[in-house]
């Protein structure tokens, strides 16, 4: 596990328009109400980036195109 932090996933292939909004909804709501800062692989901010970045790689694998390094990268962390 590494401890540095991911970016969010720019690619939005495969989520809809509110998944999205709830996305940076429940976002929101972890960094302002949320846990203190913790290590990378026990923050709920970064697990929601993984799963997010997860969501994007399937999608890709399911149209057969390639996905950018940034989603792969995010998705394996």
Known sequence: MSDKKLPIVEDTTGLSLTYRFLWR????GF???GPAD???HRDPRERLKRDRARRVLRAHEAAGTQAPDEVIAAATS
């Open 31 to 33: 960094t302002v109400l």
């Open 25 to 28: 909804l429940q976002f929101l």
């Open 38 to 40: 913790q290590l990378p």
